[in-house]
């Protein structure tokens, strides 16, 4: 049976490969394995990104996502039903890493596995700040998001 001292120690060592592991995004974690988004390209014009949802956009699809790319950054655009989408920030708000992941209709980030629902709402943390969100209008086969 091992000493006061060296129970001590042996719990550190192990408190500090528990936390090393829950930070490094390992393979064991919940959402590490999270498929990755399909990047779309998106238009923008002013204040506005204009994304063209066809029969081949992965936004044709209730309950799909993308990462949009335009030429002011990456936005999360998911379809939450037949004429409608959720359009958020792909920047982390625990660490700023983009957020690339998306699993079971959350996105995941990368860097420690946080999970936002598509609405932006913290489901798993390190992180504790909501995406922002930015409005949409659909008028097929246009999606448009307010930037500004």
């Known amino acids: 049976m091992p000493n006061r001292r ?4 042996a719990l550190t060592i192990i408190s500090a490969a528990s936390i090393m592991e ?7 974690a919940p959402g590490a394995n999270a498929p990755q988004l399909t ?9 506005t990104v204009t994304v063209t949802v066809d029969a ?3 936004l044709n699809t209730v309950g799909n996502a993308a990462l949009v790319n335009t030429s002011r950054g990456a936005l999360l655009v998911a379809r939450t039903a037949q004429s409608t989408f959720s359009a958020l920030n792909s920047t982390c708000t625990h660490q700023t890493c983009t957020i690339t ?16 629902s598509t609405t932006g709402s913290v489901v798993q943390g390190p992180a504790t ?13 246009s999606l448009t998001i307010t930037i500004a």
């Open 129 to 141: 700040i909501a995406l922002h969100s930015y409005p949409t209008t659909f008028v097929s086969p």
């Open 56 to 58: 081949s956009s992965p």
């Open 22 to 28: 829950a930070c490094s995004g390992s393979s064991t």
């Open 101 to 116: 992941g998306f699993q079971s209709g959350n996105y995941v980030c990368p860097c420690h596995l946080s999970e936002f």
């Open 6 to 9: 060296e129970f001590c120690q």
């Open 39 to 47: 990047t779309v390209n998106g238009t923008v014009n002013g204040s």
